[in-house]
């Protein structure tokens, strides 16, 4: 079983500040895919990052990728309540193999 | 836009019985999955299927089974309910290429009394 170790695992802050997650693995993948997952309901994608050292922005959120495509970073920029949340990083060694995080828990508080 | 629909949201079962969660998805995927989300595990990928008819264990099969009779349809059996098997249980899809999105489902909540 592949390792993604995500940190930190809890985060709480205030409306308006930066925060940086990290997704840490000792494994290479092919690609590395965020998701954000609200209480009740199940995983949404947010981004799929493939080449390494690959930057995508979505809005205030910017993920990089790492550039031995072992690792991988999600920062918020002036973060909001709406970014509130499970954030999960997955990486994939195939077609078929898609590796999961533990996790890292948002609050943003108002 | 991707569905994956689970049919129960939440259940409640007894030690012992039998539990079917049902998955269907509408975008013609050839894989689907069954993952068991838990505090403090993450998601463990529990069957997957990359075919009609067919299934592969993933990191934690043991005491569950699944069946795959049509492409849309993934099933989930837990034969005799423990526990130990109360989770959240989230069916996935996704195509078959590399850079595999998994489109996920809104997951079921299971509790086992």
């Known amino acids: 079983t592949q390792l993604l170790e995500q940190s930190p695992q809890f985060l709480s802050i205030q409306e308006g500040e930066n925060l940086t997650v990290y997704c840490n693995s000792s494994?290479?993948?092919?690609?590395l895919q965020w998701y954000r997952q609200e209480p009740g309901e199940g995983p949404v994608l947010l981004v799929t990052?493939?080449?390494?050292?690959e930057v995508k922005k979505l809005k205030r959120l910017t993920f990089q990728f790492g550039d031995a495509r072992k690792d991988s970073s999600l920062h918020i920029t002036a973060a909001q309540p709406g970014d509130t949340g499970l954030y999960l990083c997955a990486g994939a060694t195939g077609a078929n193999n898609l590796f999961f995080g533990t996790g890292t828990r948002l609050t943003v508080i108002p | 836009d991707v569905k994956v629909t689970q049919s129960s949201r939440y259940l409640v079962k007894r030690t012992g019985e039998k539990v079917f969660l049902e998955c269907v998805q509408d975008m013609d995927h050839e894989n689907m999955f069954w993952y068991r989300q838990d505090p403090g595990l993450g998601l463990r990928l529990i069957y997957f299927?990359?075919?009609?008819?067919?299934?592969e264990k993933g990191d934690i099969p043991e005491g569950y089974s699944v069946s795959r009779e049509k492409k849309e349809r993934f099933s989930l059996i837990l034969e005799s309910a423990s526990t130990n098997q109360t989770s959240m249980y989230l069916c996935a899809s996704s195509p078959n290429r590399s850079g595999n999105t998994i489109y996920f489902g809104e997951g079921s909540w299971l509790t086992v009394v």
């Open positions: 990052v493939v080449t390494g050292g």
């Open positions: 494994s290479v993948f092919s690609s």
């Open positions: 299927s990359y075919d009609v008819k067919m299934k």
